[in-house]
């Protein structure tokens, strides 16, 4: 099982690397009309220190899973006024369905509890099965449908007391 630790400054090239190889495997299951939008923010000159300066916000929770000195998946969120929202939960295509996903979203849970938050909220796509069985698994229900939502796609907010 990998580790599961904050990220640091030192490791946002590999960050950059393994959140694009995320992005690009999501094709599978999202139009091209949400996924190149946010593959061309991580592709700018200034991605890299876009990632450093989220990691180094005092609200943030950027966790990485790491396995050989590789990062092989990450959880990014940030906690305000008691909710912590998990914005991005992600594993490289080649480490699916091995519990690194749920292992990231265990710990962030976590790290949201030690902040004294009492809910964890998230949106996914209606077309991500794998992570919504997770989320429900994991005690996650669905609050909300954000109809035509981000770059036009359907979301469903899902949230989770702690």
Known sequence: MPKIRYATAED???LLKCFIEIWESLREWLPSSFVDPE???LLKPEGKERLRQRMESK???FL???EDEEIIGLAQGREYAGVCHLGFLGVKKE???KGVGESLLN???EEARKRKAHKVWLFTSPNLLPAIRLYI???FVPEGFLRRHSHCLNLIIYSKFL
């Open 107 to 109: 710990r962030f849970i």
């Open 95 to 97: 480490y699916r369905g």
């Open 64 to 66: 990485v899973a790491e």
């Open 137 to 139: 698994k994991k005690g």
């Open 12 to 14: 946002a090239e590999k």
């Open 59 to 61: 609200d943030s929770i």
């Open 39 to 41: 593959l061309e923010i």
